[in-house]
T-cell receptor, first 112, second 115 residues
Framework: AQSVTQLDSHVSVSEGTPVLLRCNYSSSYSPSLFWYVQHPNKGLQLLLKYTSAATLVKGINGFEAEFKKSETSFHLTKPSAHMSDAAEYFCVGGGSQGNLIFGKGTKLSVKP | DSGVTQTPKHLITATGQRVTLRCSPRSGDLSVYWYQQSLDQGLQFLIQYYNGEERAKGNILERFSAQQFPDLHSELNLSSLELGDSALYFC??????????????FGPGTRLTVL
């Protein structure tokens, strides 16, 4: 069965500095992986997804993630944080039934 | 705006009661998914319907049930409510039956508070 583990429950960065949100996965087969973002009092929005076409996946708002099979990781990065990036981020795996399996979430704070 | 609508936005009720949450998928989407987000359990998949039929089941309690109607909207029924059922309930929809290339679009959620 597939599962995802987000290594940090909370990450705090200063505006203009890089963002790194860490995610490890375990899967007995080729994984489907996604990153979703949830802004306060809003629904979930897809940031990017891994489709096995490329290991470096570019998403919206300048985010990208790199799939590393040797490390079973799918970390989310952004070169320069913006105040509007403050939100909760979920690393998500695709379940065998077509459902989504969510990590516990990482709350990103951005300091001015 | 994802195109998925959920009503009501907020619901406050008492233990032992029954409530119905409603979801309208994006136009043309055939699948509806229900998720529960709570502080202790995080975001969990409850159930999926595809074109009116139950397709996949997750951690859904026996007190909970769902259905998808011919116009493809879906309802999630929660009965014999307990304090622990207080959570944010999300509905998502996708074009097909699910899978890697079938993106799920989420509604804004219904916040249920059980007192």
């Amino acid at each position: 069965a597939q599962s995802v583990t987000q290594l940090d429950s909370h990450v705090s960065v200063s505006e203009g500095t890089p963002v790194l949100l860490r995610c490890n996965y375990s899967s007995s087969y080729s994984p489907s992986l996604f990153w979703y973002v949830q802004h306060p009092n809003k629904g979930l929005q897809l940031l990017l997804k891994y489709t096995s076409a490329a290991t470096l996946v570019k998403g919206i708002n300048g985010f990208e993630a790199e799939f590393k099979k040797s490390e079973t990781s799918f970390h989310l990065t952004k070169p320069s944080a913006h105040m509007s990036d403050a939100a909760e981020y979920f690393c998500v795996g695709g379940g065998s039934q077509g459902n989504l399996i969510f990590g516990k979430g990482t709350k990103l704070s951005v300091k001015p | 705006d994802s195109g998925v609508t959920q009503t009501p936005k907020h619901l406050i009720t008492a233990t032992g009661q029954r409530v119905t949450l409603r979801c309208s998928p994006r136009s043309g989407d055939l699948s509806v998914y229900w998720y529960q987000q709570s502080l202790d359990q995080g975001l969990q998949f409850l159930i999926q319907y595809y074109n009116g039929e139950e397709r996949a089941k997750g951690n859904i309690l026996e007190r909970f049930s769902a259905q998808q109607f011919p116009d493809l909207h879906s309802e999630l029924n929660l009965s014999s409510l307990e304090l622990g059922d207080s959570a944010l309930y999300f509905c998502a929809s996708s074009l097909l039956a699910g899978g890697l290339f079938d993106e799920q679009f989420f509604g804004p959620g219904t916040r249920l508070t059980v007192l």
